[in-house]
């Protein structure tokens, strides 16, 4: 069953953005119909696209979202939009030997999603960048794993 996916890409130094590509890659070979979004560009109203969401980001600084992503995050916790109606999954990036920020870009924008609303489908993905796995293999096989949660969810509203 066909779905319309967003992937929302919040990136400091582009290894989201490729991440993303990998996700987009494998979810239309699958036939769903996906857009990549950078953060950058977004506010609250991109939730008003039909649709599943992904939120793909790396964390930057003190355990912060990427500058691209600040202005986005920062308007949703302002706006505090009803997101009940928006259903995501988070593929977080980060680096383990920061273990007291590690992959908390993903993390603030999962707890940010679920205080306004939002359901998350699946586990949260926390890509370790101190890790064996190239970031694009693992997101694209969590992007794969993560659609295969989303026919049940159709099926059950249907």
Known sequence: MQQQISILVGSMTGTADMVAEEMKAVLAAAGDAVDILPMDKLDASVFGRPGFFIICTSTYGQGDVPDNARDFFEGLKQARPDLSQVRYGIFGL????????????????????SALGAKRIGRRFEHNASGDGLPEEEGAAWAQEWAGQLDPLLAAAE
Do not use: A
């Not at 980060?94 to 999603?113: A, I, R, W």
């Open 94 to 113: 980060g680096d383990s030997t920061y273990f007291d920020t590690y992959s908390h870009g993903g993390k603030q924008f999962d707890e940010l999603l």
